[in-house]
């Protein structure tokens, strides 16, 4: 059964600093990742998408990375912003559905 | 609309009523997906729906639980004689395809929060 651990649970880092969100799943045979970010009140919004085959993905000020053999994701954001504070969840998914890590709740303070 | 609705956005209702939330995906997205959040927990897969292939119930946490997808399009997840462990919010995710038939990303609405008394 597949299992998706989020460290750190949650995090509180002054405006500009650089920071990595870690991801961790136990089984590797996974169609692709997804990093989400979710608001109070508000549903999961779509970060970054990263296929199987791939190593990361950038946008913006975020960059995600995959070792699909270790089992392991990184969500790298660069020069936080207090804009930046939410709830950040990685999702792995097989043929068909997602299963969510508990999240990492980040703060970035002025 | 742009995004995917839900409605109602919060449902109090007492133990043991019957309730029903609506979930309207993007338009042409075929595959829809159902899950629960509980306070401070993941989220929690319930049941997915794929174009006109019978539904993954795999997650419905008990008989009580019951989803349809009517048309291809609006899904409406039914619980019955609800429970005071079913409060947490219900968010519905649509995409173009299953993850293992291509890259779409999964778009979420903003969920409904049920709170059972």
């Known amino acids: 059964k597949q299992e998706v651990t989020q460290i750190p649970a949650a995090l509180s880092v002054p405006e500009g600093e650089n920071l990595v969100l870690n991801c961790s799943f136990t089984?590797?045979?996974?169609?692709?990742l997804q990093w989400f970010r979710q608001d109070p009140g508000k549903g999961l919004t779509s970060l970054l998408l990263?296929?199987?085959?791939?190593r990361e993905q950038t946008s913006g000020r975020l960059n995600a990375s995959l070792d699909k053999s270790s089992g392991r994701s990184t969500l790298y954001i660069a020069a936080s912003q207090p804009g930046d504070s939410a709830t950040y969840l990685c999702?792995?998914?097989?043929?068909?559905?997602?299963?969510f890590g508990t999240g990492t709740r980040l703060q970035v303070f002025p | 609309g742009a995004g995917v609705s839900q409605s109602p956005s919060n449902k109090v209702t007492e133990k043991g009523k019957d309730v029903e939330l609506r979930c309207d995906p993007i338009?042409?997205?075929?595959?829809l997906y159902w899950y629960r959040q509980s306070l401070g927990q993941g989220l929690e897969f319930l049941i997915y729906?794929?174009?006109?292939?019978?539904?993954?119930k795999s997650g419905l946490p008990s008989d009580r639980f019951s989803a349809e997808r009517t048309g291809g399009s609006v899904s409406t997840l039914t619980i019955q004689r609800t429970q005071q462990e079913d409060s947490a919010v219900y968010l519905c995710?649509?995409?173009?395809?299953?993850?293992?038939?291509?890259?779409?990303?999964?778009?979420f609405g903003n969920g409904t929060r049920l709170t059972v008394t």
């Open positions: 995710a649509s995409s173009l395809a299953l993850p293992g038939q291509g890259t779409s990303p999964l778009h």
């Open positions: 089984d590797s045979a996974i169609y692709n």
């Open positions: 990263i296929q199987s085959s791939q």
């Open positions: 999702a792995v998914s097989g043929t068909d559905k997602l299963i």
């Open positions: 338009s042409g997205h075929t595959a």
């Open positions: 729906f794929q174009g006109n292939s019978a539904p993954d």
